[in-house]
RNA sequence: GGAGAAAUGGCAGAGUGGUCGAAUGCGGCAGUCUUGAAAACUGUUGAGGGUCACACCUCCGGGGGUUCGAAUCCCUCUUUCUCCGCCA
């Protein structure tokens, strides 16, 4: 969510650089500009008009006290009107700022100046490509049909416990995963991010905070018995951890890494491209989550872009690094990068990680704010990145790693494995 | 799941209808003293909105109500604690 106060210092400049995510923001920008504006005069009126109650009701004590009780009463009389007006200033208020939130919630964030033009995520620009491509054997198979071969991964048997998108792991394939997940985990907090292991239902106030409510409720599960929806990404328990909060300086820059399983249900997004482990309604993913100060958080943004590839090169896996085009970043970031991983038997690039920077647009939904030495308030910026997402590094790993003789495992993997090849 | 108690500033903890945005203690900050530090003493110290700055408004777990006036009374929700039941 933009703030008000900078709309409006730099409605032009918003304007401009909201074209780039092809979004017409001048009419939206009257109407919020025009909304708080009514919603200032307002709150100043009925401010006046409660500050005459107040000097009322003090009146109306002393008198009391002084035993004056007609004078009182005559008194109280007056203050009828008053609470009229107050109750319709309040009213307005109310609606005005619903009304202002309401807008508020359908802006975009603002795209960082490297962010290209752009409409469909053919105009993402590569901006970095690392690692080989292998050239594999006749008869090489895509990773749904080696799930298959090696009885590691059983897509059926989802569909028969709870249905398509849920698969099973088994054997060398659970295995493998677990070995990815605390590969991943010990790598991030190598690098210095702390582990979390967080809740899988979050409440409505946290679906809120990180922007997954109101508009994208269809893609989390809810559990209505409970009003609890299930978490589609670590993101939203981990930074809710800071809603509300006011952190001191020095315990910056906050970062946080944790596993967590993501569920969602991918409404409507069915067809070929979904195949296998491509698109899946549960999960797993490890999360990196950063709360900065904002003249850190482009140096914060790279170094997250720099402990994916570290992991990527540990897997020798061939990817390359997208700077997202304003057409296709999320609706909350500024600058986002996203990683692919290539699929040699699908022929194709997988997304496996996006990193962000969201700014300040996250933590003023959030209120999250941090105070320097001097006493200055001020909103944090939030980032975050997956680090990374397990099905399709594990599709990527069962598609590039495969032999005629098996699958042959990552020797990073290995120690965590405790086996060197799949077959 | 049942029965009871509670929720107040960074923390602890008073306050049961009228200068209460809130005593007191601890902590924090500034000063005095000291070569320096500690101790002691003195002062200061919640948040949000608003204003050039004041004024002023809102906030005592959340929401609603009673009243001229609510931290204080009523309703409701949430959370915590104690006891009972159940349980990995």
């Not at 939904?365 to 006493?375: E, M, T």
């Amino acid at each position: 969510m933009l703030q008000v106060a900078n709309i409006r210092a730099n409605k032009e400049a918003y304007i401009e650089a909201l074209k780039k995510r092809n979004f017409d923001a001048a009419g939206i920008f009257s109407e919020v500009l025009e909304l708080d504006e009514t919603r200032r005069s307002t709150q100043a009126e009925l401010d006046d008009t409660l500050a005459e109650s107040n000097r009322i009701s003090k009146e109306i004590g002393l008198m009391f006290k002084n035993g004056e009780h007609q004078k009182a009463n005559l008194l109280k009389e007056k203050t009828a009107g008053l609470k009229d007006k107050s109750k319709t200033l309040s009213e307005k208020l109310n609606e005005t700022s619903e009304a202002l939130t309401k807008h508020l919630y359908n802006i975009p964030n603002i795209p960082n100046d490297l962010v290209p033009a752009g409409v469909t995520e053919d105009d993402n620009v590569e901006v970095f490509k690392e690692g080989e491509i292998p050239v594999l054997a006749e008869g090489s198979l895509p990773h749904w049909e080696l799930a298959k071969k090696y009885d590691i991964i059983d897509f059926e048997l989802g569909n028969k416990i709870t249905g398509a998108g849920f698969p099973v792991y088994k054997g060398k394939g659970a295995r493998l995963q677990r070995a990815l997940i605390s590969y991943f985990l010990d790598k991030n907090t190598a690098a210095g991010y702390t582990e979390y292991q967080m809740p899988l239902l979050v409440n409505e106030a946290s679906g809120y905070g990180t922007g997954q409510l109101p508009d994208k409720e269809g893609q989390m599960y809810h559990v209505t018995e409970d009003n609890l929806y299930l978490i589609p990404t670590a993101e939203v328990p981990v930074t809710n951890m800071f809603r509300d909060e006011m952190l001191s300086e020095d315990v910056l820059p906050v970062a946080c890494t944790g596993y967590t399983p993501c569920f969602r249900r991918e409404a409507g997004s069915y067809g070929a491209h979904v195949r296998g482990l491509n698109r899946l309604h549960q999960f797993d993913k490890v999360e990196l989550v950063r709360i900065e100060k904002p003249e850190n958080s482009y140096a914060a943004l790279d170094g997250m872009v720099e402990q994916v590839k570290d992991i990527l090169r540990d897997l020798k896996l061939p990817y390359r690094i997208l700077r997202l085009c304003g057409g296709d970043l999320g609706f909350t970031s500024a600058l986002t990068y996203d990683f692919e991983v290539f699929s040699t038997a699908q022929d194709r690039w997988l997304e496996i990680s996006s990193v962000s920077n969201f700014e300040t647009f996250q933590a003023n939904r959030l209120k999250l704010r941090y105070k320097s030495a001097d006493g200055n308030k001020q909103l944090a910026h939030t980032l975050n990145g997956s680090a990374l997402a397990l099905p399709r590094v594990l599709a990527g790993i069962l598609e590039n790693y495969q032999t005629p003789a098996g699958i042959k495992i990552p020797e990073v993997l290995v120690p965590y494995t405790g086996f060197d090849m799949i077959d």
